[in-house]
């Protein structure tokens, strides 16, 4: 049976390329921002476009951060995807205007140090080899539009719970690509713009569901 996701309407401007591409996965589709059906989706994806502080503005619009912490907290899986991935941390910082994230990882994002920016195009990853998201792709390119981004990662859990998976990238210095932390995932690339490496990463995502 395919499993269903909901991938959550806040106004971002990449919704349905993430539908298709999840589709393409294998995945039944809604793009939401009702309540009962963002909970009860077997998997939860929060795409994002444009600037940290307009993301966060729309998550709370639709009360997108209870609904996060609400799936989190039942062990219920989620997905976020570029600026998805980021209001994930403490904060942002763009432009010099510091924005609360939705804090479920303590760090900032901000500006990578880059002789050119943003960072666009294809790129290649350095995936752990006890990652499930990479499994059988970790050798693949990745398609990348940002220019800030997660620069270094704190979150240790000491043998409490399992230790986050996390996956780098590098321009102009290291940053976080993606992580893997019990039921919050995330990519800073876009899955949905990555081709075939793209839908297969959706599907290992899918299997876990």
Not at 158 to 186: C, I, M, Q, Y
Request: hydrophobic share 45%; proline share 4%.
């Amino acid at each position: 049976m395919s499993p269903s996701v909901a991938v959550l309407d806040y106004g971002s401007g990449n919704l349905h390329s993430a539908q298709r591409a999840l589709e393409r996965a294998g995945a039944v589709v809604t793009v939401t921002a009702d309540r009962d059906t963002v909970l009860a989706a077997d998997g939860l994806v929060v795409p994002g476009v444009g600037a940290f502080a307009a993301v966060m503005d729309g998550l709370r619009a639709v009360k997108g951060g209870e609904l996060i912490g609400r799936r989190l907290a039942g062990g219920r899986p989620v997905l976020g995807i570029c600026v998805g991935m980021q209001v994930m941390f403490d904060h942002g910082v763009e432009h010099d205007v510091n924005t609360e994230g939705l804090a479920q990882w303590p760090g900032v994002v901000d500006q990578l140090h880059a002789d050119v920016l943003p960072h666009m195009g294809w790129n290649t990853i350095d995936a752990p080899a006890d990652s499930r998201l990479f499994s059988g792709i970790a050798d693949q390119r990745f398609y990348f539009v940002h220019s800030y981004a997660a620069r270094s990662w704190t979150l240790h859990t000491d043998g409490r719970t399992a230790e986050p998976v996390v996956t780098w990238s590098e321009h102009g210095e290291r940053f976080v690509a993606a992580v893997e932390n019990g039921p919050l995932t995330a990519t800073q690339f876009h899955p949905e713009k990555s081709g075939d490496a793209g839908i297969a990463l959706l599907e290992n995502w899918l299997r876990t569901l």
